[in-house]
């Protein structure tokens, strides 16, 4: 017997059983399916605000968003208000995101020094907004305002 063979240490195999992974390599893929998860909801939670909105406030509320596809976040906004016999109002403009799920129209009317502001909030999945403003009464009647909940038509 050789002088190698009495003082090498066998060589000892980890049983490997076929269909079954190491759990290091679950705790991988788990993470790369994690991380394709959540990229795609933050893709989705970024998806455009474009739409047709209605729904309630003080009267009927029309919000009409329109991407412009500027890869700045401009969005073209029509929003209007009414209630029958009583008073009606319109603001359209140029909106920008603010936040999350949000976009702002400032406008002021021609010649005034005050700014109506118009803010939208959207829902993670866009289907509903809530619209509330800030010195937009030179834009509607008294009895009207650019304020409640629509929800995507």
């Not at 993470?31 to 909801?41: D, K």
């Not at 809530?130 to 304020?147: K, L, M, N, Q």
């Amino acid at each position: 017997m050789s002088s190698l063979s009495r003082h090498a240490d066998p060589i000892r195999r980890t049983p490997h059983l076929r269909g079954h992974s190491q759990p290091g390599t679950n705790a991988l893929q788990f993470g790369v399916l994690l991380t394709f998860a959540l990229v795609a909801a933050s893709a989705h939670a970024e998806s455009t605000f474009e739409g047709r909105y209605q729904g309630r406030g003080d009267g009927r509320l029309n919000l009409q968003v329109f991407d412009l596809g500027d890869g700045r976040g401009a969005y073209f906004v029509v929003a209007d208000t009414a209630i029958p016999n009583e008073c009606t109002g319109e603001l359209r403009g140029l909106a920008i995101t603010n936040g999350v799920g949000a976009l702002v129209l400032t406008r002021k009317k021609k010649g005034s020094e005050e700014a109506c502001i118009l803010t939208l909030r959207f829902g993670p999945v866009r289907k509903r907004v809530r619209i509330e403003e800030h010195g937009c009464d030179g834009f509607h009647g008294t009895s009207c305002a650019f304020i409640g909940a629509l929800t995507r038509r």
